[in-house]
T-cell receptor, first 115, second 112 residues
């Protein structure tokens, strides 16, 4: 069974600074997909970024980028130029190939962006 | 586009009562799933479906039942509510088994 670990329960960052959220996972599969989801206080789950394991290039979406280290089974999220609206819970998630899109989630990191 | 619609948004049940959480999507997605979110534990998969007429169990299926008679709808039934089922429930859907999930806005359920 796959596991996803987020070792930082809470983090804070000053507005306009950069912060990195950590995620590690355990799997025996060679092809899989990784995601970061954001959950603001509204409770809505919002996709931040998606990474395909067979792609060497790290995914980016505007101010959000990942550092995907396949050998180390690490998938960290970097948020540049942090904004107050980035305050939220962030979840890392994993799904294998042909897994029926069953996601395994980490426990989450609560990020506070301070003015 | 409505996306994934969950009803109700909030519900309070007494122990032993039954109820159905509704989930509908209008994106013609084949894959649908139910997750529960408890503090400090992220989201855990309850049941999922890869198409109409096909369902399977996830990580925490006990006490829940599902069916998928149409592509659009995927209701979750609590057979006999217990306090341990107090949680926030999310329904999600996707076009394929590797694309990102689209989530509903969740249902906060309290069982007293």
């Amino acid at each position: 069974a796959q596991t996803v670990t987020q070792s930082q329960p809470e983090m804070s960052v000053q507005e306009a600074e950069t912060v990195t959220l950590s995620c590690t996972y355990d799997t025996s599969e060679s092809n899989y997909y990784l995601f970061w989801y954001k959950q603001p206080p509204s409770r809505q789950m919002i996709l931040v970024i998606r990474q395909e394991a067979y792609k060497q290039q790290n995914a980016t979406e505007n101010r959000f980028s990942v550092n995907f280290q396949k050998a180390a089974k690490s998938f960290s999220l970097k948020i540049s130029d942090s904004q107050l609206g980035d305050t939220a819970m962030y979840f890392c998630a994993f799904t294998g190939n042909n897994a029926g899109n069953m996601l395994t989630f980490g426990g989450g990191t609560r990020l506070m962006v301070k003015p | 586009n409505a996306g994934v619609t969950q009803t109700p948004k909030f519900q309070v049940l007494k122990t032993g009562q039954s109820m159905t959480l509704q989930c509908a999507q209008d994106m013609n997605h084949e894959y649908m799933s139910w997750y529960r979110q408890d503090p400090g534990m992220g989201l855990r998969l309850i049941h999922y479906s890869v198409g109409a007429g096909i369902t399977d169990q996830g990580e925490v299926p006990n006490g829940y039942n599902v069916s998928r008679s149409t592509t659009e709808d995927f209701p979750l039934r609590l057979l006999s509510a217990a306090p341990s089922q107090t949680s926030v429930y999310f329904c999600a859907s996707s076009y394929s088994d590797t694309e990102a999930l689209h989530f509903g806005n969740g249902t906060r359920l309290t069982v007293t």
